[in-house]
């Protein structure tokens, strides 16, 4: 088994006026090669991590015909929260619709801790640091410590689970670890102090590709899994 990340699929099945395709070529038929990378990459045994971004859907119900997309390629997937995420609800929601539809190899992640073998999942949306100045005073403080308790509680879930850190510890998040100015985020230093050994994040598009930071930062590794930045193919982490 292996386990792959791929975020940020922006699906609009049921509302093609909302295709990425309007954001230049590098989106074109965008979902057709989502479909046929994965396809040809991952197995039936394996895992993908989608860390946001999922669908364009405002509510839950209009999510069904990406829910199935995703549902019909191999794997089981784990789904994680995006800033475009609108549809995302009360997990219980969220579980009854999967089961109502019988979309079985799709499970959300919410603070929560699934077993990926040798791993354990967990994951919160995070939020957008451009400095780490400019989120004093803002609007934003208030989601922005709501998002840190978040990871904290995630990093508590984990060693509930896993006291001795017998697997890997694997958290999702949507936002990158790092500001504009590539300085590391609050984010990132509380992973890397709660022992997260793998971080898969996305968000980044086009030209902000060049705020991507991979690779390892106090013991935690980085790697930025945007559709776009990917090549629209999942790619291996373990």
Known sequence: MSI??????????????????????????????????????????DTVLIPGDISWATYIE?????????SELPGRKLLSRGNHDYWWTT??????????????????????????DDCLVTGTRGWMIETKESIEG???????????????????????????????????????PVTAKQDFTEFAEMMAEGGIDICVYGHLHGKAHKKVFEGDFEGT???????DYVGFKPVKII
């Not at 209009?62 to 995703?70: K, L, N, S, T």
């Open 4 to 45: 792959f990340a791929l975020a940020d699929l922006h699906l609009s099945l049921s509302n093609p006026d909302k295709s990425m395709e309007v954001f230049g070529q590098s989106w074109g038929e965008y979902i057709e090669r989502v479909r046929d990378n994965w396809t040809e990459t991952v197995t039936c045994s």
């Open 62 to 70: 209009q999510a069904e015909e990406d829910f199935r997309f995703i």
């Open 91 to 116: 997990l219980k929601k969220m579980e009854n619709v999967l089961r109502d539809k019988g979309f079985d190899n799709l499970f959300f992640i919410r603070t929560n801790v699934v077993d990926a």
């Open 138 to 176: 803002s609007d934003n403080r208030k989601i922005y410590e709501r998002e840190k308790s978040r990871i904290k509680l995630c990093i508590e879930e984990l060693g509930k689970v896993d006291p001795d850190h017998a697997k890997k510890h694997i958290m999702m998040i949507h936002y990158p």
């Open 221 to 227: 590794e980085f790697i930025c899994a945007s559709a």
